[in-house]
């Protein structure tokens, strides 16, 4: 008897031994949602064979993470997301490129695993320069390779084109920032707002506090309806802690130098574009997109339907084969080029 009550007491510790950690894995993504987000990013970019890597400049550290080697049949292609995003943003997009495609996906200055410094490195030229020693850190800037950029990576991806065009075969860029849009957006028109009241704690659209803010923030970015009731606290809860570095790095990106940095070196800008817009943008007015077209009549303007600021988040197949589309294009022109040369 005294054996049996041992055997039971020995199963049921074995049990608990299992169950506790189930416990207590469950319990923290019930209590820390967070982490459940981080988790599922983790899960995803393994599936995609991503791998998250470093890079240095000095002291300075990159965090990226890509798949692929240099030198197939497309350039290597790099990704720059947006304002308060991370390199995570472009999962939904790196899931429908071919698996042979070059990608490299860095978090932008001070964002997620890149190192967070002084307000100078988040203007646009400050950005422009980072990502320029980022390019040269992982030796992407040995062969021509193709730009892509999204809002605020789409502005530091337009200057960056204009400031070292040698180094790029051809840019995307997705809904940016940095014009002077014909219309205004949504969000342009409660940032004049903003302006008028010089109230320095005004809630900024982009930075929320409450769930119910970022609810509001996921309205405006995406036309089409998401539906994330329970990872919103997850997202929430990784953003608050940011949010002092967010209002900073807004505060620059929104100011005299940067606000239309991208309007300013559009002249400068000699290499293949093409611009990717959704129609009902609310953030950056799809007006752009033929501002664009007017100062680079060359470039290849795609407008998609039933689409707002987040194209890589609501159409990210399209995207996907759009990019493909115009990388392979611009490698027949290439190759014809070539022949009556």
């Given at each position: ?271 293949p574009l093409q611009v990717i817009w959704g129609k009902e943008d609310q953030v950056l007015d799809v007006s752009g997109a ?32 759009l990019i493909m589309d115009f990388l392979s294009a611009q490698e027949v022109t290439g190759e014809d080029a070539k022949k009556?040369?």
């Open positions: 008897m005294l054996r049996l009550n041992k055997d039971i007491v020995n199963e049921e510790m074995a049990g608990g031994v299992l169950v506790l950690p189930v416990l207590a894995f469950i319990t923290s993504f019930v209590f820390w949602p967070g982490a459940l987000l981080k988790a599922y990013n983790w899960y995803w970019r393994r599936r995609l064979g991503l791998v998250v890597r470093y890079s240095h400049s000095g002291s300075y550290r990159f965090c990226y993470s890509s798949r692929g080697t240099p030198g197939g049949a497309t350039p290597s292609m790099l990704l720059l997301h947006g304002f308060s995003a991370t390199k995570d943003m472009w999962l939904p997009v790196v899931k429908h490129i071919p698996r042979n495609q070059h990608v490299v996906c860095v978090d932008m200055p001070g964002h997620e695993g890149t190192s967070r410094t002084c307000a100078e490195d988040y203007s646009i030229q400050g950005q422009v320069g980072r990502i320029h020693q980022f390019v040269q850190s992982i030796g992407l800037d040995k062969r021509p390779f193709h730009l892509v950029g999204t809002s605020m990576g789409g502005n530091v991806a337009g200057v960056y084109a204009a400031c070292y065009p040698a180094h790029l075969s051809s840019v995307s860029l997705l809904c940016p920032a940095g014009l002077v849009y014909p219309t205004d957006s949504e969000f342009i028109i409660r940032l004049r707002e903003m302006e008028k009241s010089q109230e320095e704690e005004e809630a900024i659209p982009l930075i929320p506090t409450t769930p119910q803010e970022l609810e509001n923030m996921l309205r405006l970015c995406c036309h089409t309806s998401l539906n994330l009731p329970r990872q919103v606290q997850g997202l929430l809860d990784n953003r608050i802690p940011n949010n002092d570095f967010y209002r900073e790095v807004f505060m620059e990106i929104v100011g005299e130098k940067s606000r239309h940095s991208l309007q300013e070196n559009l002249p400068l800008i000699t290499a033929a501002v664009l077209q007017a100062a680079l009549p060359g470039c290849q303007v795609e407008l998609l339907d039933n689409c707002g600021h987040s194209v890589a988040l609501e159409r990210p197949r399209k995207v996907a084969n009556h040369s």
